[in-house]
Antibody
Framework: QVQLVESGGGVVQPGMSLRLSCAASGFTFSSYGMHWVRQAPGKGREWVAVIWYDGTQKYYADSVKGRFTISRDNSKNTLYLQMNSLTAEDTAVYYC??????????????WGRGTLVTVSS | QPVLTQPPSVSGAPGQWVTISCTGS?????????VHWYQQLPGTAPKLLIY???NRPSGVPDRFSGSKSGTSASLAITGLQPEDEADYYCQSHDSSLSGSVFGGGTKLTVL
């Protein structure tokens, strides 16, 4: 069925790195822009990053710029988020989301269940 | 603090009508960006409810409707049903942040 399944979350120490993956199935992955959105405990949702359907353009929230890298492998129907220099403020559930919009009026018509990243010493 | 402002909670009796507000600013709604709404039932992934201010994806009942005017938007739910009890979030694009922004979410309780 049409779904997104995140993996790779866990507990990591401050300053360390982690790579999240998102496996897509049931739709033509290479036709969609993909985003990462996160939600810290007790806080609202925060947009993290976007990658164009063909991987040619990537944009990041200021809070993660220079530390996180979004990428995709359309041959494997998989989205990635490489997270470096992690801090406690990065602790959150990370959601992989699909964006059908071709403009910057982004909206998200498919969400994964999320994967929890905890940054703690 | 979330960029878009929502009331923390609203409630209504079965069959009644409720609205959830979402207040933005000149860099998102006021700049012409659309509002989108999501429903999240406990323990499940968020679900797109309204996109492009007032459009319903296939399968979303017409009891749900959305609107936007100026720097404010609202989600209306008519004929409340117990299964509507969930968290509702608004979302838009912000030109000053060059990315998506969300509301803090509103918990709907069906009394």
């Amino acid at each position: 069925q049409v779904q997104l399944v995140e993996s790779g979350g866990g507990v990591v120490q401050p300053g360390m790195s982690l790579r999240l993956s998102c496996a897509a199935s049931g739709f033509t992955f290479s036709s969609y822009g993909m985003h990462w959105v996160r939600q810290a405990p007790g806080k609202g949702r925060e947009w993290v990053a976007v990658i164009w359907y063909d991987g040619t353009q990537k944009y990041y929230a200021d809070s993660v710029k220079g530390r996180f890298t979004i990428s995709r492998d359309n041959s494997k129907n998989t989205l990635y988020l490489q997270m470096n220099s992690l801090t406690a403020e990065d602790t959150a559930v990370y959601y992989c989301v699909r964006c059908p919009s071709g403009t910057d009026n982004w909206y998200f018509d498919l969400w994964g269940r999320g994967t929890l990243v905890t940054v703690s010493s | 603090q979330p960029v878009l402002t929502q009331p923390p909670s609203v409630s209504g009796a079965p069959g009644q009508w409720v609205t959830i507000s979402c207040t933005g600013s000149s860099s998102n709604f006021g700049a012409g960006y659309d509002v989108h709404w999501y429903q999240q039932l406990p323990g499940t992934a968020p679900k797109l409810l309204i996109y492009g201010n007032s459009n319903r994806p296939s399968g979303v009942p017409d009891r749900f409707s959305g609107s936007k005017s100026g720097t404010s938007a609202s989600l209306a739910i008519t004929g409340l049903q117990p299964e509507d009890e969930a968290d509702y979030y608004c979302q838009s694009h912000d030109s000053s942040l060059s990315g998506s922004v969300f509301g803090g979410g509103t918990k709907l309780t069906v009394l």
